[in-house]
C-alpha cells in the first residue's frame, strides 16, 4: 500500500478527540452515568483519551474499559484461522448506564454489530452510543456513529490507517491506496 495523504496529524486527532468529549457531556447532560469502552486495539487508546478530556472539562474521572470481539464478527472464519485475543475489560456494570463505544474507524459497520453483540452480553445499558475518529461511509448495516471525528469520503481500493501510542510510533491518520 502507499501513501495517499495525510487526513490528520497528532493536533488534529487531539482537537478532534477534544470536541467529541464535550459532544458527549452535552448529549449526557453531564459525565456523571457515562462509560467509555474502547473497541480492541485502536479504540482503547481512544477511550482513554476521551476519559480525560471528560475529567478535564468535567472534573469527573470517567471508568474506561475494553471490548474484544474477536468472536463475535461474522467473518471469522474468512480473517484468520488463529485468531489474535486482546482481551475483554470491564470492571465495571453497564446496566443502566450510558455506554459509549470507541472505535478509530467507522467503515462498514459490521465491527460495530459484533460490539454491540458482545456489550448486550455484560448487560443492558440504558443507552449504547458510538464515537468514532473517522467515518469513512460504506455502510453495509444500519448504523451511523453519535460522534465523529472527521467524516472522510473513500474508495473500495482506499484504506485509512489510524496510527494512535502505545501501537504505532506516529500520532495521525493516513489515506491509503491499495497497490
Known amino acids: 500500500m502507499k501513501e495517499k495523504a495525510k487526513i490528520m496529524d497528532a493536533a488534529a486527532i487531539e482537537r478532534a478527540l477534544q470536541r467529541i468529549a464535550h459532544e458527549i457531556i452535552e448529549r449526557n447532560k453531564g459525565a ?32 474506561v474499559g475494553s471490548l474484544d470481539i474477536t468472536f463475535y464478527r461474522d467473518d471469522l472464519s474468512l480473517v484468520n484461522e488463529h485468531p489474535v485475543l486482546n482481551g475483554t475489560a470491564l470492571p465495571f456494570k453497564i446496566t443502566d448506564k450510558d455506554v459509549v463505544l470507541t472505535d478509530d474507524v467507522l467503515f462498514t459497520g459490521r465491527t460495530t454489530r459484533a460490539a454491540l453483540d458482545a456489550l448486550v452480553d455484560s448487560g443492558r445499558p440504558r443507552t449504547i452510543q458510538l464515537a468514532a475518529l473517522i467515518d469513512r461511509g460504506h455502510r453495509e448495516l444500519p448504523i451511523r456513529a453519535d460522534f465523529v471525528g472527521k467524516n472522510v469520503p473513500t474508495s473500495h481500493s482506499e484504506v485509512i490507517a489510524v496510527r494512535v501510542k502505545p501501537y504505532d510510533s506516529a500520532e495521525e491518520v493516513v489515506l491509503m491506496e491499495r497497490d
Open 32 to 63: 456523571t452515568n457515562v462509560l467509555l469502552i474502547g473497541i480492541q486495539r485502536r479504540g482503547v487508546p481512544l477511550a482513554k483519551r476521551l476519559a480525560e478530556h471528560i475529567r478535564k472539562a468535567e472534573g469527573i474521572d470517567v471508568p
